[in-house]
């Protein structure tokens, strides 16, 4: 067998032997060889980096089959099809349809980060579907080819072979792992554990063409110098699958190139032989860096078995440069992208904050579906207990949305015509609508300079008389100067001899902190409100909820979410008309359908489905918090001290749960107005937002107030530099790194330069 792989091997060896000189432009790409009976190869994962060269690599040999699942690719001259690889029923099909004799599985979820905070996904995509493609081959002769990675060893000692131990440090090596077992369950199969680099059809880059991309800009890039590696080049690898096919090689290898480099080296050989720049390549250090998942640091390969049972020689990690550079020069990346049609599924389009549906959610809510109560039974009070528990509020009641969670507590502290409450301007128009519905007058309180929230100073200066509810709006999540607030009113309720209620509008702080204490506590307050709306931190669809520890504002918020009813015979109101004030428990078994309305309420009633939702959701309320944290350091981090930008300020009192990522712009001094900014960033996949259009200036409170724009100047001037960028727990490093990308290069180089699809972040490989 070794005679005849030397013989094959032969051409490669020989062009690859020759010293590079930087001008041969021979691809790499043309050398599999034609058969004329072709067999039958089944790839999945096409649109992918590597199913998608493999597939290039072999289309003339075999018969192929393509498979893939979110990203649809057209590839003259054979089929792929969409399939879902986690649902056992259509890969069986395809198999026992197609019968291949070769079986090529690249489909994989390859961001690391991406796994890390979607395990489920991970788990479906990684495992369970290699599961169900290995047990759908279990009557079938065919060979199986594996697609592993270098990520299923610890990155300690580096050089690992197969024989090292496996030690993951991130859930992607972890899944990918498990793989290996999946497939190990059939004995035709052949695992490579890799790292690759080379060219892809879709519009993501592997490290080599996003290096080169931001060189060739003359853009910064920040590289590790103490993460090691030994990347191989796709083509180079399909060489070596090419070779383990026509072979029939059984078992697990490593497969890189021969020595490993850094990836700050990697990219210097990149500039290095395609003639940039290499200033513009900053060294720093992995343990710098923050990602989401744990990276080994040194992850380079030992492919000595590969090199003796193949007896092949893989190139060096220059000689894989080099041909990625000719692959380049021979118009490689063109020919794949017009062989492949791959179009962008809609998911990509980044929007400024959405839900996060797991399994675990799905289960929850048909479990409740199946159940006999789908409304008024025992899960809305759960819900209501776990939000009382999570907040360390005695009492919950959950509502249909958060809007009904502010009106019933305004109707619970009986704002009545005449009275005059105060909120923030820069805030969602419900946290006024809710006491303009009593018939209450609004006052504005200008914010905070820093925080955006409403100013306490300002709270002082607007108590009369008629103030009967101040509502402190915790903008993004970051809670108002509670203390500050809480002293300033006890104080005038004394002095004007009334209760004043404090309502906080928590609609989007729930797991925020006020020192040390949970938003929701109504430690400074009567009464917090959340909103589960999806953008929010849970979501139950629609939903929200108030939180009190005062029980006479908890019977009352109960009987206005429910029409003003009550059937507790406490509650009825002495001498009403089927009641004496007497013995009313023997009165209401003689008559069981009785209840009286006591009040003007609403049906402002929450399902048990949506709260089975909201309970499962609450469950991973720290995850998504820590998650949203982590983004907003990735954006911190690269917009801070950028002329033009203001990035967030944290209040040292409070930890923010960080609803929504604002910046404040100099859309003036960047020269692109905000109208104009929204929509390029809209165009390349990125919706942002305006919060908020301040509440007086909206035409109904000037019309019925008389207020005015201009009011409130720092209101005024805060609303004409603001914009959201998207935040949401499901976002990976990657979106957070596009956004940042999409957005200074916006900044730095105005919209004309823009159109032209250049980019301009420093990220950090
Ligand atoms: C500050 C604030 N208050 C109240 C609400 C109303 O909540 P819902 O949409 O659940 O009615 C929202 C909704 O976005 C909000 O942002």
């Known amino acids: 067998m070794i005679t005849a792989l030397k013989k094959r091997v032969g051409p490669w060896k020989m062009f690859h032997n020759k010293p590079f000189t930087g001008v041969q432009v021979r691809p790499s790409f043309s050398l599999s060889i034609m058969s004329k009976t072709k067999k039958r190869m089944l790839i999945t994962g096409v649109s992918g980096l590597l199913g998608n060269n493999l597939a290039y690599y072999f289309k003339d040999k075999y018969k192929i089959l393509g498979l893939y699942l979110s990203h649809p690719v057209i590839m003259p001259g054979m089929n792929t099809t969409k399939c879902d690889l986690s649902i056992n029923g259509p890969i069986k099909e395809i198999i026992a349809d197609f019968n291949p004799s070769i079986v090529i599985h690249c489909a994989s979820l390859t961001s690391v980060d991406r796994c890390e905070i979607e395990m489920d996904l991970a788990d479906k995509m990684n495992v369970l579907s290699t599961r169900n493609l290995v047990d759908s081959l279990r009557e079938k002769d065919a060979q199986l080819v594996y697609i592993s990675t270098d990520s299923v060893y610890d990155g300690v000692k580096g050089d690992f072979s197969e024989d090292d131990d496996i030690h993951p440090l991130n859930h992607y090596g972890r899944t990918k792992y498990e793989g290996e077992v999946e497939v190990f369950k059939r004995e035709k199969s052949f695992v490579l554990r890799t790292n690759i680099f080379g060219w892809n059809v879709q519009d993501k880059k592997s490290l080599g063409e996003w290096i080169l991309g931001e060189l060739q800009s003359g853009r910064k890039i920040d590289c590790f110098t103490d993460a090691r590696f030994s990347s191989i080049y796709t083509m180079e690898l399909a060489r070596v699958i090419d070779v383990a096919i ?72 220059d000689h894989s440069i080099e041909m990625f550079y000719r692959d380049y020069r021979c118009g490689l990346p063109e020919m794949l992208k017009k062989h492949s049609e791959v179009d962008r599924p809609t998911s990509v389009f980044l929007p400024y904050g959405k839900q996060w549906i797991d399994d675990n959610d799905v289960q929850a809510v048909t479990d409740v579906l199946l159940s006999e109560r789908i409304t008024q039974g025992p899960v809305v009070e759960e819900f209501e207990k776990a939000l009382a528990d999570y907040t360390g509020a005695k009492y919950a009641v959950a509502v249909n949305s958060g809007t009904a969670a502010l009106h019933i507590a305004c109707l619970a502290a009986e704002i009545e015509p005449g009275d005059e409450f105060i909120t923030s301007p820069i805030t969602f128009v419900a946290s006024a609508n809710c006491a303009v519905y009593c018939g209450a007058k609004p006052v504005f309180g200008d914010i905070d300079s820093k925080t955006y929230n409403i100013s306490p100073e300002e709270i002082e200066k607007k108590i009369t008389r008629r103030t009967k509810i101040i509502i402190p709006v915790h903008f993004a999540g970051q809670s108002c100067d509670m203390g500050s607030i809480e002293a300033i009113v006890r104080e005038k309720e004394k002095e004007l001899d009334r209760k004043i209620y404090i309502l906080e509008d928590a609609c989007h702080a729930l797991g925020s902190l006020y020192k040390d204490k949970h938003v929701g506590s109504c430690f400074y307050s009567d009464m917090t409100v959340f909103s589960f709306h999806p953008v929010k931190h849970i979501t139950t669809g629609e939903g929200g909820a108030v939180l009190t520890n005062d029980e006479a504002l908890y019977k009352r918020l109960k009987r206005f979410r429910s029409h003003g009813i009550t059937n507790i015979p406490a509650e009825f109101v002495p001498n009403s008309f089927e009641f004496q004030p007497t013995n009313q428990d023997s009165q209401l078994q003689a008559k069981p359908w009785y209840y009286e309305q006591i009040d003007l309420g609403y049906n402002y009633r929450i399902t048990d489905i949506q709260c089975a939702l909201g309970l499962s959701q609450l469950k991973r309320l720290q995850k998504f918090s820590e998650r949203r944290r982590q983004i907003v350091s990735i954006y911190n981090k690269s917009f801070d001290g950028i002329e033009s930008i203001q990035i967030p300020f944290e209040f040292s009192k409070c930890e923010s749960n960080f609803h929504l990522y604002v910046l404040l712009f100099d859309f003036e001094h960047i020269g692109v107005d905000r109208s104009q900014f929204m929509v390029e960033l809209r165009r390349r996949g990125i919706q942002t937002q305006v919060h908020y259009i301040p509440v007086h200036t909206h035409p109904f409170y000037r019309r019925k107030y008389g207020t005015s724009w201009g009011d409130y100047p720092i209101s005024q001037q805060y609303y004409q530099r603001c914009l959201s960028l998207p935040l949401f727990a499901a976002m990976t490093d990657g979106d957070a790194e596009k956004v940042i990308s999409e957005i200074l290069d916006i900044v730095k180089n105005g919209l004309r330069e823009a159109k032209n699809g250049m980019t301009s972040c420093r990220r950090q490989r």
Do not use: W
């Not at 380079?300 to 590969?306: A, H, V």
């Open 246 to 317: 026509q072979n029939d090689i059984r078992g697990l290898y490593n497969c890189g190139s021969v020595n490993s480099c850094s990836k700050y080296e990697f990219a210097m050989k990149i500039a290095d032989i395609f003639g940039l720049h290499k200033e513009l390549i900053n060294p720093i250090l992995i343990e710098d860096f923050k990602f989401t998942a744990k990276r080994g640091k040194n992850l380079s390969l030992n492919s000595d078995k590969l090199q003796r049972t193949f007896n092949y020689r893989l190139p060096t990690i």
